[in-house]
Nanobody, 115 residues
Framework: QVQLVESGGGLVQAGGSLRLSCAASGSVFNFVIMGWYRQAPGKKRELVADMFSSGSTNYADSVKGRFTISRDNAKNTVTLQMNTLKPEDTAVYYC?????????WGQGTQVTVSS
């Protein structure tokens, strides 16, 4: 069993920064991909950023240059540094980890950016 626990969400003004962290526990080994998704009210869940165990990354176009994903394979943690936040970044952010055919999700953390 795998558990993903996010932390670091909150309320911030536009232009501010937040740092999200996700720690995996339980049967943790060899996550091929760890990353972050978000879901705003009335919208589909979308990829924000992810990182392969090799170090390669993917970012949504809307966050490129503002968000940075990092990962500690030894500790099974993934972090999302979010800078220059915009009101449209407001969403519930979910941590995700992929291993083989299995995809694991955290419970989500709310990020609210006020204008």
């Amino acid at each position: 069993q795998v558990q993903l626990v996010e932390s670091g969400g909150g309320l911030v003004q536009a232009g501010g920064s937040l740092r999200l962290s996700c720690a995996a526990s339980g049967s943790v080994f060899n996550f091929v991909i760890m990353g972050w998704y978000r879901q705003a009210p009335g919208k589909k869940r979308e990829l924000v950023a992810d990182m392969f165990s090799s170090g390669s990354t993917n970012y949504a176009d809307s966050v490129k240059g503002r968000f940075t994903i990092s990962r500690d394979n030894a500790k099974n943690t993934v972090t999302l540094q979010m800078n220059t936040l915009k009101p449209e970044d407001t969403a519930v952010y979910y941590c995700n980890a992929l291993r083989g055919p299995f995809s694991y999700w955290g419970q989500g953390t709310q990020v609210t950016v006020s204008s």
